[in-house]
């Protein structure tokens, strides 16, 4: 994903900046939202956003992302 359209994304709920995962989605850690990339177009509606429950998975989307550099 272009790095600056990362620097501009935030997350539609909160307006905090995400975390992407490459080649699985953007993820907000602080609402534990998946957002899912499409053909490399982010799907930033919350009400397909994927909310992560599960305690490892959060930590596995946290440790593999990349974060935005603001």
């Not at 998975?57 to 946290?62: D, Y």
């Amino acid at each position: 994903m272009d790095a600056k359209l990362l620097e501009i994304l935030v997350c539609p709920e909160d307006r905090g900046p995400l975390h992407h995962v490459a080649g699985e989605c953007l993820y907000n850690p602080r609402l534990r939202r998946a957002y899912r990339i499409d053909d490399g177009i982010p799907v930033l509606l919350i009400d397909e956003a994927v909310t992560i429950t599960d305690d490892a998975e959060h930590a596995r989307l946290i440790g593999s992302a990349q974060t935005d550099p603001r």
